[in-house]
């Protein structure tokens, strides 16, 4: 007999629901198996984009590292350096330095005769040279009426074609650097005359209109005396008010408003803060534009929430029964968390913080607002001088059409990406280290 004709009237037969089951079962692992599909293309397409964008930032920038120099023959004539014969530093650092690399710039072209030519030949090397033959004389005074070899700082032009920036095979009039300079420069490699070194100027100098002069020193000072009073402000702040509203504000209409502020604030663009501090601490209490001070004000007032928020979710992690047994011994509540909680909580404070204070260091929007956009020369050295800070300094080295500058904000974003590596890197390194698992 068909076994089916003992089947419930109304029921599925049991043959027929295995078959259903297996069809649902292969539907869904066919579903999963797309989703970790799509899972994994979504990550290996963000990973190739950043590795595109690692890519050329890094072929754009590498270069910046070294810096060409030219070779001369320097006269220290005493005519010139110290007609005087007095040897004071002051006559020696008026003296006309330009002229000696002019002098030895012809006397080693000497078929460069006409006026425009001429002009050419001076711009083999950097305006900035006689202030390296300023600094060698005044360091050594004994080489007046001597003839020295110079290492002397080449052209941002220069530089670029020496790094294969400049393609010679373009139409001179498409080329910044002209035949004759080549013929030049080709006349100084041949002979040995021109060497790339170790860009040091990019890390001890500060900005400069001219590429091969400029460097990151004043804008890494800069971030640094900012982060540090961003530091100092924020976490003791932050820190109170986490400790305050996790453990001892009542829970009322008023404290859930302050959580929702600091929640909400938290997702409130930068520039907002810019605005606030151009209004509240430059406008109102009049403090100084374009310094560190100023700038660590908004920071710290754009930093709180994170790590408020931070803060809080460390003192959560924290087990009621650490409470209970410090009460139970006798502590009052006041030691209870500052003695038990709070230093069990703070590796994941210091993480918090340290996060907060890496999303300062990236931070531009709210620092142009305040006027750390100023062209600063000088590296600072206080609180209240002028300065700026390497976000910004990128930013105004990228709106500089010329090439030196392109090469040179990309190496800046390298620096900038290493400190904020380095950032990230010991934040995760103090979690792995203090953090205990209850």
């Known amino acids: 007999m068909n076994?089916?004709?003992?089947?419930?009237?109304?029921?599925?037969?049991?043959?027929?629901?295995?078959?259903?089951?297996?069809?649902?079962?292969?539907?869904?692992?066919?579903?999963?198996?797309?989703?970790?599909?799509?899972?994994?293309?979504?990550?290996?397409?963000?990973?190739?984009?950043?590795?595109?964008?690692?890519?050329d930032i890094v072929g754009k920038g590498y270069t910046a590292f070294q810096q060409t120099y030219i070779r001369l023959a320097i006269d220290f004539d005493p005519e010139i350096v110290d007609p005087a014969g007095t040897r004071e530093r002051d006559a020696l650092s008026q003296a006309d330095y330009r002229k000696l690399v002019r002098d030895s710039l012809r006397e080693r072209f000497p078929e460069v005769r006409g006026r425009r030519d001429k002009r050419a030949l001076y711009k083999l090397v950097s305006p900035g040279a006689p202030q390296q033959l300023r600094k060698i004389v005044l360091a050594d005074p004994g080489l007046i009426g001597a003839e020295s070899e110079v290492w002397l700082l080449a052209d941002d032009d220069i530089d670029m074609l020496v790094k294969g920036h400049i393609d010679r095979a373009v139409p001179e009039t498409e080329r910044r650097v002209k035949d004759r300079t080549l013929a030049w420069v080709d006349a100084l490699v041949a002979d040995g005359r021109v060497e790339k070194r170790f860009n040091t100027i990019f890390f001890t100098a500060g900005t400069s209109r001219e590429p091969e002069l400029a460097g990151i020193a004043g804008a890494l000072v800069g971030s640094l005396y900012t982060l540090a009073l961003t530091l100092l402000f924020s976490f003791p702040i932050a820190v109170g008010a986490a400790l305050y509203l996790e453990e001892f504000a009542p829970k009322n209409r008023w404290t859930d408003l302050i959580e929702v502020n600091i929640n909400n604030l938290a997702a409130v663009p930068s520039i907002v803060f810019g605005l606030l501090g151009l209004a509240v601490f430059i406008n109102f209490f009049g403090v100084p534009r374009s310094t560190p001070l100023v700038g660590a004000l908004v920071l710290t007032l754009m930093t709180l929430p994170t790590i408020i928020i931070a803060s809080r979710a460390a003192l959560k992690s924290v087990p009621p029964s650490i409470r209970e047994a410090a009460l139970g011994m006798g502590a009052s509540p006041l030691q209870t968390r500052f003695h038990h909680v709070l230093p069990l909580a703070l590796p994941g404070m210091l993480t918090g913080t340290i996060i907060g204070m890496a999303q300062a260091l990236g931070e531009t929007a709210p620092l142009l607002m305040i006027g750390m956009i100023a062209f600063i020369v000088d590296i600072p050295g206080g609180m209240t001088d002028p300065a700026t800070v390497l976000p910004v300094q990128i930013y105004l080295w990228a709106d500089s059409p010329e090439r030196g500058f392109v090469e040179r904000t990309s190496a800046a974003i390298l620096v900038l990406l290493a400190f904020l590596i380095l950032m990230n890197l010991a934040a995760v390194l103090l979690r792995r280290k203090f953090e205990r698992r209850w």
């Open 3 to 55: 076994k089916q004709a003992f089947d419930p009237p109304g029921e599925v037969p049991a043959g027929r629901a295995i078959e259903i089951v297996n069809a649902s079962l292969k539907r869904r692992h066919a579903a999963e198996r797309r989703f970790r599909f799509l899972g994994v293309g979504a990550v290996a397409l963000g990973l190739l984009f950043v590795a595109i964008l690692f890519i």
